[in-house]
């Protein structure tokens, strides 16, 4: 069991960094799309400190993993559909000048 | 009082029976409505019969609650006791308040998308998980099937610009907001080994909390401060309101509002009651925060809608001052508010879809000047909402406000209730001016709410809900007995795991 | 008389009587036709004050405690119950509301042309909310009642007022609803600690008044709350200028029962809540100089403000800021004289301003200005109107045999020994009321007849004649023969002043039996 | 001993005869019959019963004063205040010339009046005062006396501005009142004083507690009687509240003749009379009373010298004889101040009644002729002598009443007043000084009054030859009561002859009891033998002196009329313009008060500062952060996730802490 515990800070470490870079993605980037993907980026940073950490506590948290895949897909269809509907509109996905509503 | 074993799948089924009735009902609704989609008709049937659903899952959940149903042993994924019960209700009233108000203007707004109805279903249904998730695992499932559902509904009307615009921007700041409430729950199953409320409370009880279980509430923190839009995470809220169709924003104000406070407020009773040096504080700051901005940007506002907006932000600045209290009167108090501020709103939007049209964003202030001579009724229920908002005497939204008030003085603390009083007082230089126009401005044209009506359907609930608002307001001791027993039963029952 | 009141169980059913009567005529005013509206209102207004009349018997002028109390639980929960009472303080202001609601209702039959059921519909309303905070021993209650009368005064600005009616009525509501929140909080508190004292949870008034010692270190916070949501209602000097806008843009009804009665529960509740719930800091000397003080600047102030009013419904509002200035110094004379002459100035000043304002409305319903200086030497024309108009004014001034007198006087010689250099400043003030209300006065009805519109001003009707006479009755009275008024007052007086006293923490055994602690 | 029972019908009657005129001036038709038989007939009867009471006080024994109690009227825990009358000498003897004087004032207003539109209003007014002066002099305790005394302050208003249409006349009556009420303030602090000091307001009960609980000359003492007198300067018209009397004479001359001559200016005489053993025991205070009393009598004998409205003349003269008889009471003559108070209401009346009738045959005249001269003013007068004889002869008695000559009743009371001021001298050196501004001020009186009598009366007539012919004789109903002024202010000196002359005092003696408490602490013995002789001697000459430069002083120089006459110059447009004293009140107190009222506390604090800054201040602020609020809400997702991460972040440093 011990050297499975080897690799549990390395691998939070490295789903943290994931994490962070997803962020950083969703902040700097202006295009919808690839601030969607950042956001799957995060969501799959997750899933790795999951499977990290289910070495620790037994199979539930590797169960979450299939629970957040499912989720992280539903939500890419309706994501996709809406950044679509959008695009019809605005012919483009450039989210600086969608700003209809404000003030 | 019948208790439910968890272990066996009967048991289970039992415990589930309203969200199970409800997402297969609104299955069957989604059948109907691929046959039957064409016409106003079609539309109008789908909403009565996601009427149904709604009451029948209603009446199993009224089942339960008067059964007393209590789990027999640890409660496994859901809770079972009446705090769930209480707040699901409150989420089934604001869907059936939704359907209620859709019925009349999707028609009228040329909407004739039958699926609407199925969807709010399966959003109610996300939030009955949400409020009465006792699993972190639930409780994010919930969230996710309640939040996919409302993001469709905001950008419901694909022709209007403004309604994509809102779904998309509720989309990308809600993903990535569950992203972090996710990275909190797997730091706190890291921390706790488990993902069972009770048991992690019982986890980090009686040792300072570790490093990682506190990142992990500081995550799920900021991923609930979203879902509420509490500031600094609120700024998604006004466009989002203001962009997608009047009855949703309706259901976005109450029923999601209500689910997210409930599970917040189990989430810190208990899971980290152990931990509240920590997360008061930030809740104090959320809440202030929220008070002011929320208030102040109101003021503003030209637009009704937008400030009613900016209004919801702010009363979920009250709500948290409640959940601040960290008491069983806190959470009380949270429970009864949000019933309180779910009817007036819903109410609210409901009165305002009758005062425009295509979104009700254009509804000003000098629009409704006058109303009070040509539509008596909708002024006056516009005039009781805006009373109860502002949590004057004789209404409910006094009540809730009374019963913040009394929690959060009993545990000693002064500043803020100091502060909600004040922001109050802010509030009232928005809430007022609308009775104003209506009440003491003349109207500029004479036929100039000749537009202004509701369907029957849409009446009947909003007649309802200010009717409420005022009786309950009067004699509310029965509903303050029913919200402080619910309470009560939020208590950690389980015992710390054996092992590491 | 007490006999015949006794027999009939009086005393049980005339508070909750005097509360809901108006509410039940709410309802045939806003059915029955717009015409009759008015008429129903005087009806159930006539009745209200015949039925209250009663009240002066059945009060026990032997006993300065609360009498006729009852008390049915509303929510038992969190121990409050619909508890209402009276003693000779709110005796004598039930009455003067009772009085002044028909008055108010006749004075405007001409005045309020459009949308009148609403209008007697919302003074029906004003009336159960006036009555109500005065009887009202609950804190939970009163506090509703001390804010529900705000929505009836609200509209009544808003909607039947002058041009600047909006900004008037808004900061009307505003000003007053922040003070009271600031009660709000404050009511919640001692709740909250009289609770863990006692263990015993309740609002009732009697319970918080013996237990008031509970708060400690709380208690100047609680008691500054509670003296802001009074100061702001009163009004007192730094918090005034709400009244001004508010008289000269409600109607003339509205500014009658704003002047006569309204203020007054500023003044009440001081001498209710305020200071008996903290003696020690309400009577300290820090705090007692800061409203000495206070008052005197709001007796002079208000004076001085008053005498450079162009407009005579300001002129007249002001008036009223430094007459309560006097009724704040008597409330911290601290001697029975004093607070007794408190006492008279509140019900003469709204008998007198009362009838100042239904002057001004009538007189404004025939040439519609409210600038004194487009009137001038109309006693030539009007001088049944100018006669009557000279009595109040004498009576608001303060003239020795008319009611304004009694009050003042009584509270200077009460004050002078507890502060001899204010009274004193504050006795300037009756030079400061002569010379502004006189010059007022002169400018109004002597000097020139110049302007043609005036000589075609009708004289008053007997409509008008006939609800100026109950006014200029209690005005002579009052002046010549206040001797009944001061008898049924004095007991609560000496009530009060036990209970205020320093050293006075522990419960007073009061004249009679108090009341029972625990219901 | 019953009459004194009914003392309250001495002021029901005039009460009734207010209420019927006051019925009677608002019903349009004018009942000059009715009123003028109402209006004096009330005073008459009131007359008669003052004398019943007058009778049946000889019959009590003298140092109970008998107290009447109407019914309780303020009562306040230990303050217990009744509205009761006292019936004693003092108030007996001021009964009697208040009701007296007023009687024949009332008789003489019916002529006077006739014709002016509001003569049943007059009435109502002039019966009104009545009563009010009536309560003043009766109350048996502070506050009742404070009814009457601001009572005939509002009458006094009333009365001066009753030809309201004119502002002039409403201003005069509003500045009277104002001035009254700036007195009042004084008596006001004074009760405040007694009853925490001695814990009761009524009379008698001062006089019986004040030796024991006050300390003989300490502040206290001081201070209570320095407040009565500064209401008594407002009512009585001394330095510095007199420049409302001057102005009165706005209105009608019998009005100028009761209020402004016989009783209300007298009511302060009255009150420091009636509580003598305060002043007694203030000797600084009565020093003060004393000099201001001089002070007055000179000051206002000056302006009078170049005064020409023939009201104006009177109207101070007046002041001047208010300041003897501060004079006296200053000097603990008390006696003699009542002594002198009686007499010159005599002669002041007369007076002044005559130069009412003057000025009613002026009008008459002027009226016939339609020209629009003033018919006030000396210097269109002259000559009057042939055409109004009576008027002529009375005046001339009046005049020499007033001047001090033997056996008149003026020679008495005021040569009793100079002697006391004389001996009060031996104690303090300063009455010395009052005794020498007394005998200058004489000489002044005399002086101008001989002035006024030779411009009015003698010389060439400067009416006009048209006006002259319709110059006559008043009619007898305001002759009449001249006639019987004129017996009372030749006679007038009987009721306290002194003893150089075989009389034993006989007012003195009979206000004893009520002086008596005073005389505990300052008793003054009138000089006696060769002291006396020099001192009286001394009073006739100046008295002589000043009536013969007077004449011979007028009779010289050509009088112009009024419209030709010269601007004054110098000295004599100082005096004529009455040392520009309202100009500089105006200056100094009116105009700076209302400029801090209009600029500075109104707009400046109440709109300025609490208003604009706080009120409205908070609101627009709070609009303002709400802007700014709305203005951050951009739209773009960027900012709103930005927004959102340092939310976060600061969250997360907070839960690691």
Same mark, same amino acid.
């Given at each position: 069991?011990?050297?499975?515990?080897?690799?549990?800070?390395?691998?939070?470490?490295?789903?943290?960094?994931?994490?962070?870079?997803?962020?950083?993605?969703?902040?700097?980037?202006?295009?919808?799309?690839?601030?969607?993907?950042?956001?799957?980026?995060?969501?799959?940073?997750?899933?790795? %400190?999951?499977?990290?950490?289910?070495?620790?506590?037994?199979?539930?948290?590797?169960?979450?993993?299939?629970?957040?895949?499912?989720?992280?897909?539903?939500?890419?269809?309706?994501?996709?559909?809406?950044?679509?509907?959008?695009?019809?509109?605005?012919?483009?996905?450039?989210?600086?000048?969608?700003?209809?509503?404000?003030? | 009082?019948?208790?439910?074993?968890?272990?066996?799948?009967?048991?289970?089924?039992?415990?589930?029976?309203?969200?199970?009735?409800?997402?297969?009902?609104?299955?069957?609704?989604?059948?109907?409505?691929?046959?039957?989609?064409?016409?106003?008709?079609?539309?109008?049937?789908?909403?009565?019969?996601?009427?149904?659903?709604?009451?029948?899952?209603?009446?199993?959940?009224?089942?339960?609650?008067?059964?007393?149903?209590?789990?027999?042993?640890?409660?496994?994924?859901?809770?079972?006791?009446?705090?769930?019960?209480?707040?699901?209700?409150?989420?089934?009233?604001?869907?059936?308040?939704?359907?209620?108000?859709?019925?009349?203007?999707?028609?009228?707004?040329?909407?004739?998308?039958?699926?609407?109805?199925?969807?709010?279903?399966?959003?109610?249904?996300?939030?009955?998980?949400?409020?009465?998730?006792?699993?972190?695992?639930?409780?994010?499932?919930?969230?996710?099937?309640?939040?996919?559902?409302?993001?469709?509904?905001?950008?419901?009307?694909?022709?209007?610009?403004? %309604?994509?615009?809102?779904? =998309?921007?509720?989309?990308?700041?809600?993903?990535?907001?569950?992203?972090?409430?996710?990275?909190?729950?797997?730091?706190?199953?890291?921390?706790?080994?488990?993902?069972?409320?009770?048991?992690?409370?019982?986890?980090?009880?009686?040792?300072?909390?570790?490093?990682?279980?506190? =990142?992990?509430?500081?995550?799920?923190?900021?991923?609930?401060?979203?879902?509420?839009?509490?500031?600094?995470?609120?700024?998604?809220?006004?466009?989002?309101?203001?962009?997608?169709?009047?009855?949703?924003?309706?259901?976005?104000?109450?029923?999601?509002?209500?689910?997210? &406070?409930?599970?917040?407020?189990?989430?810190?009773?208990?899971?980290?009651?152990?931990?509240?040096?920590?997360?008061?504080?930030?809740?104090?700051?959320?809440?202030?925060?929220?008070?002011?901005?929320?208030?102040?940007?109101?003021?503003?506002?030209?637009?009704?809608?937008?400030?009613?907006?900016?209004?919801?932000?702010?009363?979920?600045?009250?709500?948290?001052?409640?959940?601040?209290?960290?008491?069983?009167?806190?959470?009380?108090?949270?429970? +009864?508010?949000?019933?309180?501020?779910?009817?007036?709103?819903?109410?609210?939007?409901?009165?305002?879809?009758?005062?425009?049209?295509?979104?009700?964003?254009?509804?000003?202030?000098?629009?409704?000047?006058?109303?009070?001579?040509?539509?008596?009724?909708?002024?006056?229920?516009?005039?009781?909402?805006?009373?109860?908002?502002?949590?004057?005497?004789?209404?409910?939204?006094?009540?809730?406000?009374?019963?913040?008030?009394?929690?959060?003085?009993?545990?000693?603390?002064?500043?803020?209730?100091?502060?909600?009083?004040?922001?109050?007082?802010?509030?009232?230089?928005?809430?007022?001016?609308?009775?104003?126009?209506?009440?003491?401005?003349?109207?500029?044209?004479?036929?100039?709410?000749?537009?202004?009506?509701?369907?029957?359907?849409?009446?009947?609930?909003?007649?309802?809900?200010?009717?409420?608002?005022?009786?309950?307001?009067?004699?509310?001791?029965?509903?303050?007995?029913?919200?402080?027993?619910?309470?009560?039963?939020?208590?950690? *029952?389980?015992?710390?795991?054996?092992?590491? | 008389?007490?006999?015949?009141?006794?027999?009939?169980?009086?005393?049980?059913?005339?508070?909750?009587?005097?509360?809901?009567?108006?509410?039940?005529?709410?309802?045939?005013?806003?059915?029955?036709?717009?015409?009759?509206?008015?008429?129903?209102?005087?009806?159930?207004?006539?009745?209200?004050?015949?039925?209250?009349?009663?009240?002066?018997?059945?009060?026990?002028?032997?006993?300065?405690?609360?009498?006729?109390?009852?008390?049915?639980?509303?929510?038992?929960?969190? !121990?409050?119950?619909?508890?209402?009472?009276?003693?000779?303080?709110?005796?004598?202001?039930?009455?003067?509301?009772?009085?002044?609601?028909?008055?108010?209702?006749?004075?405007?039959?001409?005045?309020?042309?459009?949308?009148?059921?609403?209008?007697?519909?919302?003074?029906?309303?004003?009336?159960?909310?006036?009555?109500?905070?005065?009887?009202?021993?609950?804190?939970?209650?009163?506090?509703?009642?001390?804010?529900?009368?705000?929505?009836?005064?609200?509209?009544?600005?808003?909607?039947?007022?002058?041009?600047?009616?909006?900004?008037?009525?808004?900061?009307?509501?505003?000003?007053?609803?922040?003070?009271?929140?600031?009660?709000?909080?404050?009511?919640?508190?001692?709740?909250?600690?009289?609770?863990?004292?006692?263990?015993?949870?309740?609002?009732?008034?009697?319970?918080?008044? *013996?237990?008031?010692?509970?708060?400690?270190?709380?208690?100047?916070?609680?008691?500054?709350?509670?003296?802001?949501?009074?100061?702001?209602?009163?009004?007192?000097?730094?918090?005034?200028?709400?009244?001004?806008?508010?008289?000269?843009?409600?109607?003339?009804?509205?500014?009658?029962?704003?002047?006569?009665?309204?203020?007054?529960?500023?003044?009440?509740?001081?001498?209710?809540?305020?200071?008996?719930?903290?003696?020690?800091?309400?009577?300290?000397?820090?705090?007692?100089?800061?409203?000495?003080?206070?008052?005197?600047? !709001?007796?002079?102030?208000?004076?001085?403000?008053?005498?450079?009013?162009?407009?005579?419904?300001?002129?007249?509002?002001?008036?009223?800021?430094?007459?309560?200035?006097?009724?704040?110094?008597?409330?911290?004379?601290?001697?029975?004289?004093?607070?007794?002459?408190?006492?008279?100035?509140?019900?003469?000043?709204?008998?007198?301003?009362?009838?100042? &304002?239904?002057?001004?409305?009538?007189?404004?319903?025939?040439?519609?200005?409210?600038?004194?200086?487009?009137?001038?030497?109309?006693?030539?024309?009007?001088?049944?109107?100018?006669?009557?108009?000279?009595?109040?004014?004498?009576? %608001?001034?303060?003239?020795?045999?008319?009611?304004?007198?009694?009050?003042?006087?009584?509270?200077?010689?009460?004050?002078?020994?507890?502060?001899?250099?204010?009274?004193?400043?504050?006795?300037?003030?009756?030079? &400061?009321?002569?010379?502004?209300?006189?010059?007022?006065?002169?400018?109004?009805?002597?000097?020139?007849?110049?302007?043609?519109?005036?000589?075609?001003?009708?004289?008053?009707?007997?409509?008008?004649?006939?609800?100026?006479?109950?006014?200029?009755?209690?005005?002579?009275?009052?002046?010549?023969?206040?001797?009944?008024?001061?008898?049924?007052?004095?007991?609560?007086?000496?009530?009060?002043?036990?209970?205020?006293?320093?050293?006075?923490?522990?419960?007073?055994?009061?004249?009679?039996?108090?009341?029972?602690?625990?219901? | 001993?019953?009459?004194?029972?009914?003392?309250?019908?001495?002021?029901?009657?005039?009460?009734?005869?207010?209420?019927?005129?006051?019925?009677?001036? =608002?019903?349009?038709?004018?009942?000059?019959?009715?009123?003028?038989?109402?209006?004096?007939?009330?005073?008459?009867?009131?007359?008669?019963?003052?004398?019943?009471?007058?009778?049946?006080?000889?019959?009590?024994?003298?140092?109970?004063?008998?107290?009447?109690?109407?019914?309780?009227?303020?009562?306040?825990?230990?303050?217990?205040?009744?509205?009761?009358?006292?019936?004693?000498?003092?108030?007996?003897?001021?009964?009697?010339?208040?009701?007296?004087?007023?009687?024949?004032?009332?008789?003489?207003?019916?002529?006077?009046?006739?014709?002016?539109?509001?003569?049943?209003?007059?009435?109502?007014?002039?019966?009104?005062?009545?009563?009010?002066?009536?309560?003043?002099?009766?109350?048996?305790?502070?506050?009742?006396?404070?009814?009457?005394?601001?009572?005939?302050?509002?009458?006094?208003?009333?009365?001066?501005?009753?030809?309201?249409?004119?502002?002039?006349?409403?201003?005069?009556?509003?500045?009277?009142?104002?001035?009254?009420?700036?007195?009042?303030?004084?008596? +006001?602090?004074?009760?405040?004083?007694?009853?925490?000091?001695?814990?009761?307001?009524?009379?008698?009960?001062?006089?019986?507690?004040?030796?024991?609980?006050?300390?003989?000359?300490?502040?206290?003492?001081?201070?209570?009687?320095?407040?009565?007198?500064?209401?008594?300067?407002?009512?009585?018209?001394?330095?510095?509240?007199? *420049?409302?009397?001057?102005?009165?004479?706005?209105?009608?001359?019998?009005?100028?003749?009761?209020?402004?001559?016989?009783?209300?200016?007298?009511?302060?005489?009255?009150?420091?009379?009636?509580?003598?053993?305060? &002043?007694?025991?203030?000797?600084?205070?009565?020093?003060?009373?004393?000099?201001?009393?001089?002070?007055?009598?000179?000051?206002?004998? *000056?302006?009078?010298?170049?005064?020409?409205?023939?009201?104006?003349?009177?109207?101070?003269?007046?002041? %001047?004889?208010?300041?003897?008889?501060?004079?006296?009471?200053?000097?603990?003559?008390?006696?003699?101040?009542?002594?002198?108070?009686?007499?010159?209401?005599?002669?002041?009346?007369?007076?002044?009644?005559?130069?009412?009738?003057?000025?009613?045959?002026?009008?008459?005249?002027?009226?016939?002729?339609?020209?629009?001269?003033?018919?006030?003013?000396?210097?269109?007068?002259?000559?009057?002598?042939?055409?109004?004889?009576?008027?002529?002869?009375?005046?001339?008695?009046?005049?020499?009443?007033?001047?001090?000559?033997?056996?008149?009743?003026?020679?008495?009371?005021?040569?009793?007043?100079?002697?006391?001021?004389?001996?009060?001298?031996?104690?303090?050196?300063?009455?010395?000084?009052?005794?020498?501004?007394?005998?200058?001020?004489?000489?002044?009186?005399?002086?101008?009054?001989?002035?006024?009598?030779?411009?009015?009366?003698?010389?060439?007539?400067?009416?006009?030859?048209?006006?002259?012919?319709?110059?006559?004789?008043?009619?007898?109903?305001?002759?009449?009561?001249?006639?019987?002024?004129?017996?009372?202010?030749?006679?007038?000196?009987?009721?306290?002859?002194?003893?150089?002359?075989?009389?034993?005092?006989?007012?003195?003696?009979?206000?004893?009891?009520?002086?008596?408490?005073?005389?505990?602490?300052?008793?003054?013995?009138?000089?006696?033998?060769?002291?006396?002789?020099?001192?009286?001697?001394?009073?006739?000459?100046?008295?002589?002196?000043?009536?013969?430069?007077?004449?011979?002083?007028?009779?010289?120089?050509?009088?112009?009329?009024?419209?030709?006459?010269?601007?004054?110059?110098?000295?004599?447009?100082?005096?004529?313009?009455?040392?520009?004293?309202?100009?500089?009140?105006?200056?100094?107190?009116?105009?700076?008060?209302?400029?801090?009222?209009?600029?500075?506390?109104?707009?400046?604090?109440?709109?300025?500062?609490?208003?604009?800054?706080?009120?409205?201040?908070?609101?627009?602020?709070?609009?303002?952060?709400?802007?700014?609020?709305?203005?951050?809400?951009?739209?773009?997702?960027?900012?709103?996730?930005?927004?959102?991460?340092?939310?976060?972040?600061?969250?997360?440093?907070?839960?690691?802490?």
């Amino acid at each position: 069991m011990t050297d499975g515990m080897a690799l549990l800070g390395p691998a939070l470490g490295l789903s943290a960094i994931l994490f962070s870079i997803g962020v950083a993605g969703v902040l700097l980037r202006r295009n919808v799309i690839v601030l969607f993907v950042c956001i799957e980026l995060m969501l799959n940073a997750v899933n790795l %400190s999951f499977v990290a950490l289910a070495q620790l506590h037994g199979a539930s948290g590797q169960v979450m993993v299939f629970f957040v895949m499912t989720v992280a897909a539903a939500e890419a269809a309706v994501g996709l559909a809406i950044i679509l509907a959008i695009f019809r509109h605005h012919q483009s996905v450039d989210l600086q000048n969608i700003n209809l509503l404000r003030g | 009082m019948n208790r439910i074993d968890l272990a066996s799948p009967v048991g289970v089924a039992i415990a589930l029976l309203p969200e199970i009735l409800l997402t297969g009902w609104a299955l069957i609704v989604l059948l109907v409505v691929s046959w039957r989609h064409r016409t106003a008709q079609d539309s109008r049937l789908a909403g009565w019969l996601s009427l149904v659903g709604l009451l029948f899952s209603g009446a199993a959940l009224a089942a339960l609650w008067v059964g007393g149903a209590s789990p027999d042993g640890l409660p496994q994924m859901v809770a079972l006791d009446p705090f769930r019960y209480g707040a699901a209700a409150i989420a089934l009233l604001a869907a059936a308040g939704t359907v209620l108000i859709s019925l009349g203007y999707l028609e009228r707004e040329g909407l004739i998308a039958p699926e609407y109805y199925p969807l709010v279903l399966l959003a109610t249904a996300g939030m009955m998980f949400l409020a009465g998730a006792e699993d972190l695992i639930v409780l994010f499932l919930g969230l996710e099937v309640m939040s996919v559902a409302v993001y469709v509904l905001a950008g419901f009307d694909r022709t209007d610009p403004f %309604s994509s615009e809102a779904a =998309l921007k509720y989309f990308l700041i809600g993903a990535f907001a569950s992203g972090f409430l996710l990275y909190g729950i797997a730091l706190v199953y890291g921390a706790a080994g488990t993902t069972n409320l009770s048991i992690i409370g019982a986890q980090l009880s009686g040792r300072p909390i570790p490093m990682m279980a506190a =990142l992990g509430l500081g995550l799920l923190l900021i991923g609930m401060g979203f879902k509420i839009s509490a500031v600094p995470f609120h700024m998604w809220a006004p466009d989002v309101y203001d962009g997608s169709p009047t009855p949703v924003s309706g259901l976005m104000a109450t029923g999601v509002k209500a689910a997210a &406070f409930a599970a917040l407020v189990r989430v810190l009773m208990e899971a980290f009651p152990s931990a509240v040096g920590l997360w008061q504080p930030v809740v104090a700051a959320l809440a202030i925060a929220s008070m002011t901005v929320g208030n102040l940007t109101a003021l503003a506002q030209r637009s009704l809608k937008r400030m009613l907006a900016y209004s919801s932000i702010a009363h979920a600045g009250y709500m948290l001052v409640a959940v601040w209290a960290g008491t069983h009167a806190g959470a009380g108090a949270v429970l +009864l508010y949000l019933l309180a501020y779910g009817l007036t709103t819903l109410a609210a939007f409901g009165l305002l879809t009758a005062l425009g049209r295509g979104g009700e964003r254009d509804v000003t202030y000098d629009d409704i000047a006058g109303l009070a001579g040509a539509r008596p009724a909708i002024a006056l229920g516009l005039a009781v909402c805006m009373l109860s908002l502002l949590g004057f005497p004789g209404t409910l939204g006094f009540i809730g406000k009374w019963y913040i008030l009394s929690a959060v003085v009993a545990e000693g603390q002064m500043i803020l209730p100091v502060l909600l009083v004040l922001t109050s007082v802010l509030s009232a230089g928005y809430y007022l001016p609308v009775i104003m126009s209506m009440y003491m401005r003349p109207s500029p044209g004479a036929d100039r709410h000749a537009a202004v009506g509701l369907s029957p359907t849409a009446a009947g609930a909003i007649a309802a809900s200010v009717v409420a608002v005022v009786l309950l307001g009067l004699w509310p001791s029965g509903l303050l007995e029913v919200a402080g027993a619910s309470a009560r039963t939020l208590t950690q *029952t389980a015992l710390p795991l054996a092992g590491p | 008389m007490t006999a015949f009141l006794d027999s009939i169980g009086y005393g049980q059913w005339i508070l909750h009587a005097l509360v809901v009567l108006p509410l039940l005529g709410v309802v045939p005013v806003l059915l029955g036709p717009e015409a009759s509206a008015k008429r129903t209102a005087l009806l159930v207004t006539s009745l209200e004050l015949i039925l209250s009349l009663g009240l002066w018997w059945a009060l026990d002028p032997g006993r300065g405690t609360l009498q006729l109390v009852s008390n049915t639980p509303w929510i038992p929960g969190w !121990g409050i119950s619909y508890r209402v009472g009276i003693d000779g303080i709110s005796l004598v202001m039930v009455l003067l509301t009772t009085l002044l609601m028909p008055i108010s209702v006749l004075g405007s039959w001409r005045y309020i042309t459009r949308q009148e059921r609403g209008f007697y519909a919302l003074m029906l309303a004003l009336l159960t909310g006036l009555v109500g905070v005065f009887i009202a021993l609950d804190l939970f209650v009163f506090y509703i009642f001390f804010e529900i009368m705000l929505i009836p005064m609200y509209f009544i600005i808003g909607i039947w007022g002058g041009p600047n009616r909006l900004y008037a009525a808004i900061k009307f509501f505003i000003y007053t609803m922040a003070g009271s929140l600031l009660m709000l909080v404050a009511i919640v508190v001692l709740v909250w600690r009289v609770q863990a004292v006692t263990g015993y949870l309740s609002f009732s008034y009697d319970h918080l008044l *013996t237990n008031a010692g509970a708060v400690g270190p709380l208690a100047p916070w609680l008691f500054a709350a509670f003296a802001v949501a009074f100061a702001i209602k009163v009004p007192i000097f730094p918090f005034h200028t709400w009244l001004p806008d508010a008289h000269v843009e409600a109607p003339t009804a509205g500014s009658v029962l704003l002047a006569a009665v309204m203020l007054k529960i500023g003044t009440y509740g001081f001498l209710r809540f305020a200071v008996p719930f903290f003696p020690q800091v309400a009577l300290s000397p820090t705090v007692s100089r800061i409203v000495v003080v206070l008052a005197v600047i !709001g007796i002079v102030y208000g004076a001085l403000v008053a005498m450079v009013q162009p407009d005579i419904k300001k002129l007249v509002a002001y008036s009223s800021v430094s007459h309560l200035g006097f009724v704040m110094l008597g409330i911290w004379g601290g001697t029975v004289q004093s607070v007794q002459g408190s006492l008279m100035i509140m019900i003469s000043h709204g008998i007198s301003t009362g009838a100042l &304002f239904l002057l001004i409305g009538m007189i404004y319903e025939r040439r519609h200005t409210r600038e004194i200086a487009d009137y001038g030497g109309i006693a030539r024309v009007v001088p049944v109107f100018s006669l009557i108009f000279t009595v109040v004014v004498l009576s %608001s001034i303060g003239l020795p045999g008319l009611n304004g007198f009694v009050g003042e006087f009584l509270v200077l010689l009460g004050s002078f020994s507890a502060y001899p250099l204010a009274t004193v400043i504050a006795t300037t003030g009756v030079i &400061f009321a002569a010379a502004y209300l006189l010059w007022a006065l002169q400018r109004m009805i002597y000097n020139r007849l110049d302007k043609p519109e005036n000589e075609r001003l009708s004289d008053l009707n007997g409509r008008e004649l006939a609800l100026m006479t109950p006014l200029l009755i209690g005005i002579v009275w009052l002046g010549l023969y206040p001797e009944p008024v001061l008898r049924r007052m004095e007991p609560a007086t000496r009530r009060y002043l036990q209970l205020t006293q320093p050293g006075a923490a522990a419960p007073v055994a009061a004249a009679g039996p108090t009341i029972e602690v625990r219901p | 001993m019953i009459a004194s029972r009914w003392v309250w019908l001495a002021v029901a009657l005039p009460l009734a005869g207010f209420l019927v005129n006051g019925a009677l001036a =608002l019903r349009r038709a004018p009942a000059t019959r009715a009123v003028s038989i109402v209006g004096p007939g009330v005073l008459l009867a009131a007359f008669a019963v003052s004398i019943g009471v007058f009778a049946g006080l000889l019959g009590r024994p003298p140092h109970e004063p008998h107290i009447v109690t109407l019914w309780p009227w303020m009562t306040a825990g230990a303050l217990r205040i009744d509205l009761a009358f006292q019936v004693d000498q003092l108030s007996a003897v001021m009964l009697l010339v208040v009701t007296g004087v007023g009687s024949l004032i009332h008789l003489f207003s019916v002529g006077y009046m006739r014709e002016d539109p509001g003569y049943a209003r007059y009435f109502a007014y002039l019966n009104l005062f009545v009563v009010f002066m009536l309560v003043l002099v009766l109350g048996a305790n502070f506050p009742v006396l404070f009814i009457g005394w601001e009572g005939v302050g509002l009458c006094s208003y009333l009365l001066i501005g009753f030809w309201f249409t004119e502002e002039a006349n409403a201003n005069a009556g509003k500045k009277a009142f104002i001035m009254n009420r700036i007195g009042d303030f004084g008596v +006001l602090v004074a009760m405040f004083f007694l009853w925490r000091e001695l814990g009761t307001l009524n009379f008698a009960e001062i006089a019986a507690r004040a030796p024991g609980a006050l300390e003989q000359g300490g502040t206290i003492v001081t201070l209570i009687t320095l407040f009565i007198f500064l209401g008594c300067t407002g009512k009585s018209a001394q330095i510095p509240l007199y *420049t409302w009397l001057p102005d009165a004479m706005a209105g009608p001359t019998p009005v100028s003749a009761l209020i402004h001559a016989a009783t209300m200016v007298t009511a302060g005489v009255y009150l420091v009379v009636r509580t003598n053993v305060l &002043f007694a025991m203030a000797p600084l205070s009565s020093a003060v009373v004393a000099g201001i009393g001089a002070l007055t009598a000179i000051f206002a004998a *000056t302006i009078a010298l170049r005064q020409y409205d023939i009201k104006k003349v009177l109207a101070y003269s007046t002041v %001047s004889q208010l300041g003897y008889m501060f004079l006296a009471v200053g000097s603990a003559a008390f006696a003699g101040g009542i002594f002198h108070l009686a007499t010159h209401a005599f002669f002041k009346a007369l007076l002044f009644l005559g130069a009412g009738s003057v000025i009613h045959a002026m009008h008459h005249a002027y009226h016939a002729t339609h020209s629009h001269e003033d018919a006030q003013d000396m210097r269109n007068m002259g000559g009057l002598r042939e055409h109004m004889p009576v008027t002529f002869w009375l005046m001339a008695i009046a005049t020499l009443a007033i001047a001090g000559i033997p056996p008149l009743s003026g020679f008495f009371s005021k040569d009793e007043i100079l002697a006391s001021a004389f001996a009060r001298g031996a104690e303090m050196p300063i009455y010395y000084v009052y005794y020498a501004l007394g005998v200058l001020a004489a000489l002044l009186t005399a002086f101008y009054m001989a002035r006024l009598m030779t411009m009015t009366f003698l010389g060439p007539n400067r009416t006009g030859d048209e006006e002259r012919r319709h110059l006559h004789e008043a009619p007898w109903i305001m002759t009449g009561p001249l006639l019987v002024l004129g017996i009372l202010s030749a006679i007038g000196g009987v009721i306290n002859l002194p003893a150089f002359v075989g009389g034993r005092h006989a007012l003195e003696s009979w206000l004893e009891p009520v002086t008596a408490a005073g005389a505990a602490f300052a008793r003054v013995e009138l000089p006696h033998g060769t002291t006396e002789l020099l001192l009286v001697g001394g009073a006739v000459l100046v008295g002589v002196v000043g009536l013969v430069l007077g004449y011979r002083a007028t009779l010289g120089r050509r009088v112009a009329t009024a419209r030709e006459a010269p601007e004054e110059a110098g000295l004599a447009r100082v005096l004529n313009r009455k040392y520009y004293v309202d100009e500089i009140y105006d200056a100094a107190v009116v105009r700076p008060v209302v400029w801090l009222s209009r600029v500075v506390l109104w707009k400046g604090v109440d709109q300025g500062l609490v208003d604009g800054a706080a009120v409205n201040g908070t609101a627009k602020l709070s609009r303002g952060l709400g802007w700014l609020g709305s203005r951050v809400q951009t739209g773009q997702v960027g900012l709103y996730v930005v927004l959102f991460l340092v939310g976060a972040l600061w969250i997360l440093r907070a839960v690691i802490r």
